[in-house]
């Protein structure tokens, strides 16, 4: 699959789908395991080809570090009048983390944690929640995990193997979203130039500061531009996430990833909804509608959802921007994979329900 | 993640002129190369950087190379920064990254790095202009899709010395591991004065000529 073909392996370590909480006695686990991205070299490509670009889906999470239950919150600041947590425990020195609220209409919602108080029981998410759209947060249950960090993904001192280099332009790259339609580039960087920068992972205009914790967004594609012939196998361990996910799909190109360790089909992937202000708008062509881009390995194909049957005869439903006729439903963003969603100007942002694409047993 | 709609909404105009115009962003940094000057010193601190395109052919730009005011008069500038940014003050190096939000006409055309000695553009005694001929020295549009590899250049990528030269290469590293970083060496402006003289000298040729 292009680079982006994900191996499962799930080590099935003891299911709990809902966490017990005793008085800050937390007994909880997750399904763990693993899946395999591979990150595609330059072998294969026409000749004169210097880099291949890997759309990466991060398909496993960290492990729930603590799940408790919602008792009040107001604006950004959330109670678990149970918990037992220490201050700065789920930020700052400790790593990032995120909360997913896990029960109730608007479970899958995930937030940044950006302040962790331990005597009064509160933690601080980075938007108001309860503006945001979830007035009935209080009651409902919540995860907390650590964020997927560069480090993490890819080895501190970079065990993925991605070529190194003083600079960007020299050495693969990562690609990491910024959220409004471009990136930021990282690199892993092996020689101390200019004197005392340093070795490790650096922001392509910052050689000097440490950027192996950026956090990476487990909704988000992570794209690797690899400038060396053969191709890598990148293990990533952790663990199932439950539950739909709500991704929030701006007006731009959204580079997001599937981030289950199964593969999705675009009619079940919730994408199209019927309503343009929950999904993605649909259209008589690629050119007015919202397009879904997924690499392939002829490269990217773009996708929409045609909602006219013309010219007749053509039908509706899931249609590649090249072939107006041929139901393309069954088209997988596979385990493993990041994709695009080009949400057209001036179509305001919506708010995407991504199901849980397995059952449960 | 709702920690990015923050960010949207406040970068929701901006975003609109992106999508209808898309942006050039380039990401420039020296790589395993220095710049320095006439004498081979590093190139100082906040020494003046500019990233941008000029309308006129590089003979044009080599036969005008002690013209500082006639080159700016046809380059347009894309971003400018200072040798040290991003790379811990450390003469001779930087790492920048620029957003041509404003100019998307860049677009598409070639990258001209134009290294200076000191921190004005009016006070350099020495210059360099520099470009390279892979195809990532060209401004790229971000929002292409697939992304551009154009997003990371490198002075050490630098094969066209439109004005400079190559530099030495320096070993960063021990006998034992080396290290070795190339340089490129920039090119003496003339003093006002000095130029004026020249300039005083070919009129008097031209008269002498013409009196014989």
Known sequence: ??????????????????????????????????????????????????????????????FVVKPGRVTSAVTNELVDANAAWATDQFNGANGPHFIEI?????????????????????????????????PNIVNQT??????????????????????????????????????????????????????????????????????????????????????QASSIALKLVGSVKFGQTIVPVETSNNFVGNVYPASVTLSNSGLYTASSTTG?????????????????PSGLQTFFFKNVNIPPGSGTGWRRSDDLVTDRGSTLIPLGAGFIIQRKSPRPAFDWKSPQPFVNN | ??????????????????????????????????????????????????????????????????DIAYLDVHFTLFAEGGVGDGAGDAAGFWAISSIGLANPSFVGKPIYLWVFNTSTLGSATEHGIF?????????????????????????????????????PTLNFGTDAAPV????YRLSAIPEPTTALLVGMGLVGALAARRRK
């Open chain 1, 280 to 296: 993605v708008a649909p259209g008589a062509g690629a050119a007015s509608a919202d397009t879904v881009l997924i690499d392939t």
């Open chain 2, 131 to 167: 470009s390279a001929t892979p195809a990532s020295w060209v401004f790229p549009d971000d929002l292409a899709l697939p992304p551009s590899d154009s997003t990371a250049i490198e002075l050490a990528q630098v094969d066209q010395f439109v004005v400079g030269s190559v530099g």
């Open chain 2, 180 to 183: 070795f970083v190339a340089t």
């Open chain 1, 102 to 134: 896990t029960s109730g209409s608007f479970a899958g919602t995930i937030d940044d944690i950006v302040k962790t108080v331990g005597s009064t029981k509160k933690i601080y998410t980075a938007n108001n929640l309860v503006s945001l759209g979830l």
């Open chain 1, 1 to 62: 699959m292009n680079g982006r073909t994900g191996i499962l392996g799930i080590a099935l370590a003891g299911i709990s789908f809902f966490p017990h909480n005793s008085y800050g006695v937390d007994v909880y686990s997750d399904p763990a395991g693993f899946i395999t991205l591979t990150i595609a070299g330059t072998n294969g490509s026409p000749p004169g080809t210097t880099s291949k670009l890997s759309y990466l889906g991060l398909g496993m999470t960290q």
């Open chain 1, 142 to 227: 919540y995860r907390i995990r650590k964020h997927w960090t560069i480090a993490g993904v890819f080895g501190a001192a970079n065990a993925a193997g991605l070529a190194g280099g003083a600079g960007a332009a020299s050495a693969d790259n990562i690609l990491v979203p910024d959220g409004s339609g471009g990136f930021t580039t990282f690199f892993y960087k092996n020689v101390n130039i200019p004197p005392g920068s340093g070795i490790g992972w650096r922001k392509s205009d910052n050689l000097t500061l440490d950027a192996s914790v950026t956090k990476l967004y487990i909704d988000q594609s992570v794209l690797v531009r690899r400038k």
């Open chain 2, 1 to 66: 993640m709702k920690g990015r709609k923050t960010i949207a909404v406040l970068t929701a105009c901006l975003a609109v002129a992106v999508t209808s115009a898309n942006a050039a962003k380039v990401e420039w940094s020296t790589g395993l190369a220095g710049a320095v000057q006439v004498d081979d010193s590093f190139v100082p601190d906040n020494s003046l950087l500019r990233l941008g395109v000029f309308d006129i052919t590089d003979l044009e730009i080599q036969a005008n190379k002690l």
